[in-house]
């Protein structure tokens, strides 16, 4: 599978195939992170969620991952299906109500 | 159990004019979130509200305003509109809020003329 070791704005991969889509966060005193899929004319979708005191945390198909030490997460699709393709976005919350959003990646996934 | 919903879907309006958004969270939430997402900053949140109380508020002019419902329903008001208002405004609803599992609704599509 592609992975993409900086946060890169588009990524493309292929039917079958693993994808890895990578987040850096801002505060490290962010307690809660969550991973959202966002299609064409649709409002987010929440995928995975993870909080701070667990450092991975699997779902049907995704997994994701978090170091504290870098302030980085990471969302993994297994076997990608055109289904998949969408803007996905990563999102902090501070301990207060609001969430921050991260810049979306754009999967793109060719059959 | 229904989604959050949002309306109207799609609106048109000119600079300076007002408008208002509706948001319908689901049920037995009580905390709805409001978000601006455009191409150039994201998504961006502009204010949450939990049992008809602004809880928190994101760094935007005073022309963005909202207020919750005893029924959790939610509006948000912009007044005196800007070309730059123009955007997707999301709504999203939580049991509780901020480190709770927020669902998202479909958005109302803004455009300023």
């Known amino acids: 599978g592609e992975s993409v070791g900086l946060h890169l704005p588009t990524l493309s991969v292929q039917e079958g195939d693993n994808s890895i889509i990578n987040c850096a966060y801002s505060?490290?005193?962010?307690?809660?992170f969550i991973w959202y899929k966002q299609e064409s004319g649709k409002g987010p979708q929440f995928i995975i969620d993870i909080r701070s005191n667990m450092d991975k945390r699997q779902g049907q198909r995704v997994t994701v991952l978090l170091n504290k030490t870098v302030k980085h997460l990471s969302l993994q699709i297994a076997a990608t299906q055109p289904g998949d393709s969408a803007v996905y976005f990563c999102?902090?919350?501070?301990?207060?109500?609001?969430?921050?959003f991260g810049k979306g990646t754009t999967l793109s996934v060719s059959s | 159990k229904a989604g959050v919903t949002q309306t109207p879907r799609y609106l048109i309006k000119t600079r300076g004019q007002q408008v208002t958004l509706s948001c319908s969270p689901i049920s037995g939430h009580r905390s709805v979130s409001w978000y601006q997402q455009t191409p150039g900053q994201g998504l961006q949140f502009l204010f949450e509200y939990f049992s008809e109380t602004q809880r928190n508020k994101g760094n935007f002019p005073g022309r963005f305003s909202g207020r919750q419902f005893s029924n959790s329903r939610s509006e948000m008001n912009v007044s005196t509109l800007e070309l730059g208002d123009s955007a997707l405004y999301l709504c999203?609803?939580?049991?509780?809020?901020?480190?709770?599992?927020?669902?998202f609704g479909p958005g109302t599509r803004l455009t300023v003329l």
């Open positions: 999203a609803s939580s049991f509780s809020g901020g480190g709770n599992e927020q669902f």
């Open positions: 999102a902090e919350n501070q301990g207060g109500t609001a969430l921050i």
């Open positions: 505060n490290s005193a962010s307690d809660y």
